[in-house]
């Protein structure tokens, strides 16, 4: 009843057993979301810091919720109002934050590496909420949850991830767990933002999206950064939008029963429409709501809250 690691850093290595165990927990925590009195205490006299040093809307919100409905104490660090602003190191802040007595870390950096540095220094869980353009594993885990929640599996299914594949810590944590889990992934961009030798992620990588969409169930668009655009990497909104933008003319060619997800932030009327975005197969805010479920199965797993609860109903 315990994940094979005390951290949640990426899903790439993640064994099967671990994601299907982290899914099956979060549905008992589905349910929860759905009762009056949204509140269960197997993380009570825990403390949890949310260490955000890049902005979330989404992820910050979902972990303090999950962590107040676990019942655990939440401390949330904001950049902009600390020390760091008087030149004090990441070492040095997270270790003092520590010295306050903290049994668990979410972090999000724009670093890649943040997270498993901070394995090395603290003694304290380490969730990964985000770094740089490596992966955003509960994003990853979140969007499967709702794939299983829909089409019932996610082995055998054909999901197509569209957008800035390169720069995107989403499409990672996407890739890595559907292809744990036995999904055949396919990815589509203009060929600026798709990484170097894409195929070796186990992929198939298409340049032109009406092809890429053939046969696929899913497919789960990606934020446009557009800041990339200034770097050259695409040449206008309107050229990305009418090339890889995810239309309801687009959907019409789609098998029965195709699912459209977004992690969000959208640009609506960039890579999705309007239409699409609020349409009958949308499933993004279910996303959202899915998300506190999965990041509060995380938090009870890699806690050991499930095994103090397994030895005390065993010494009863
Ligand atoms: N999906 C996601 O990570 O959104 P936020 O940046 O708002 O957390």
Same mark, same amino acid.
């Given at each position: 009843?315990?994940?094979?690691?005390?951290?949640?850093?990426?899903?790439?290595?993640? =064994?099967?057993?671990?994601?299907?165990?982290? $899914?099956? /927990?979060?549905?008992?925590?589905?349910?929860?979301?759905?009762r009056p009195i949204k509140k269960v205490p197997p993380l009570r006299g825990k403390t949890v810091l949310n260490l955000f040093y890049e902005p979330s809307t989404?992820?910050?919100?979902?972990? +303090?919720?999950?962590?107040?409905?676990?019942?655990?104490?939440?401390?949330?660090?904001?950049?902009?109002?600390?020390?760091?602003?008087?030149?004090?190191?990441?070492?040095?802040?997270?270790?003092?934050?520590?010295?306050?007595?903290?049994?668990?870390?979410?972090?999000?950096?724009?670093? =890649?590496?943040?997270? @498993?540095?901070?394995?090395?220094? $603290?003694?304290?869980?380490?969730?990964?909420?985000?770094?740089?353009?490596?992966?955003?594993?509960?994003?990853?885990? !979140?969007?499967?949850?709702?794939?299983?929640?829909?089409?019932?599996?996610?082995?055998?299914?054909?999901?197509?991830?569209?957008?800035?594949?390169?720069?995107?810590?989403?499409?990672?944590?996407?890739?890595?767990?559907?292809?744990?889990?036995?999904?055949?992934?396919?990815?589509?961009?203009?060929?600026?933002?798709?990484?170097?030798?894409?195929?070796? !992620?186990?992929?198939?990588?298409?340049?032109?999206?009406?092809?890429?969409? +053939?046969?696929?169930?899913?497919?789960?668009?990606?934020?446009?950064?557009?800041?990339?655009?200034?770097?050259?990497?695409?040449?206008?909104?309107?050229? @990305?939008?009418?090339?890889?933008?995810?239309?309801?003319?687009? !959907?019409?060619?789609?098998?029965?029963?195709?699912?459209?997800?977004?992690?969000?932030?959208?640009?609506?009327?960039?890579?999705?429409?309007?239409?699409?975005?609020?349409? =009958? +197969?949308?499933?993004?805010?279910?996303?959202? /709501?899915?998300?506190?479920?999965?990041?509060?199965?995380?938090? @009870?797993? !890699?806690?050991?809250?499930?095994?103090? +609860?397994?030895?005390?109903?065993?010494?009863?």
């Amino acid at each position: 009843m315990s994940l094979s690691s005390r951290h949640l850093l990426q899903l790439e290595g993640v =064994p099967k057993e671990d994601l299907e165990q982290i $899914l099956d /927990t979060a549905e008992s925590f589905r349910e929860v979301l759905d009762r009056p009195i949204k509140k269960v205490p197997p993380l009570r006299g825990k403390t949890v810091l949310n260490l955000f040093y890049e902005p979330s809307t989404r992820t910050r919100i979902s972990f +303090e919720l999950a962590e107040k409905r676990l019942s655990a104490d939440t401390i949330s660090f904001s950049k902009a109002v600390s020390s760091v602003k008087k030149g004090e190191t990441l070492k040095d802040t997270v270790r003092n934050i520590e010295a306050m007595k903290i049994d668990m870390v979410v972090v999000r950096h724009g670093s =890649p590496g943040v997270p @498993y540095y901070l394995t090395q220094c $603290l003694e304290a869980n380490i969730i990964n909420a985000g770094d740089g353009t490596h992966e955003h594993p509960t994003q990853g885990l !979140l969007d499967i949850f709702t794939i299983r929640q829909k089409h019932k599996k996610v082995a055998g299914l054909r999901v197509l991830l569209v957008g800035d594949i390169s720069h995107s810590r989403v499409a990672r944590s996407n890739i890595q767990g559907l292809k744990t889990l036995g999904a055949s992934v396919a990815v589509c961009g203009p060929s600026t933002l798709l990484p170097y030798q894409v195929e070796r !992620l186990g992929v198939d990588a298409y340049t032109n999206i009406d092809e890429a969409m +053939e046969g696929v169930d899913v497919i789960n668009i990606l934020r446009i950064q557009l800041e990339r655009q200034k770097a050259g990497l695409f040449p206008s909104q309107r050229e @990305y939008s009418n090339l890889f933008g995810i239309t309801g003319e687009r !959907l019409k060619h789609l098998n029965p029963n195709f699912t459209i997800m977004h992690p969000g932030p959208m640009n609506r009327g960039v890579e999705i429409t309007n239409e699409v975005a609020d349409g =009958p +197969e949308s499933v993004i805010l279910d996303q959202v /709501t899915n998300g506190q479920a999965v990041r509060m199965a995380v938090l @009870y797993l !890699l806690s050991g809250a499930d095994k103090t +609860e397994t030895e005390t109903l065993q010494s009863e």
